[in-house]
């Protein structure tokens, strides 16, 4: 199977599920569950995060499999932290 790549529509913590969109199928939802997250310790996803995973079908539509974090380490803040955090100083100077 060939890994896909995408970005977590929503996932609640508190129910273990969320949905994951596929790069370039914007409506297409893909289930995803806890249990396939493929991470150290407590197994959460963020809206927005980009990710790789499989796809298989499940018994109500398809689901995301093998699912992985594709940020550089895991645990460190998304891109968009790092770039307000880099205008700070130019703000701090005027």
């Known amino acids: 199977m060939a890994m896909l790549s995408g970005k ?3 996932f609640n913590n508190a129910k273990g ?3 994951i969109i596929e790069d370039g199928k914007p409506d297409d939802d893909l289930f995803a569950h806890f249990s396939t997250i493929q991470m ?4 959460t996803l963020k809206a927005g ?3 790789s995973f499989e ?3 499940g018994p109500k539509g ?4 093998n699912i992985a974090s594709l940020l550089a380490k895991p645990g460190e ?3 968009e ?3 307000a955090s880099e205008h700070e100083p130019e703000h701090a100077h005027a």
């Open 8 to 10: 977590v529509k929503w």
């Open 17 to 19: 599920y969320g949905f």
């Open 40 to 43: 150290e310790g407590y197994k």
């Open 49 to 51: 995060q980009p990710v």
């Open 55 to 57: 796809i298989i079908q």
């Open 62 to 65: 398809l689901h995301a499999v």
């Open 77 to 79: 803040p998304v891109k």
């Open 81 to 83: 932290t790092h770039a």
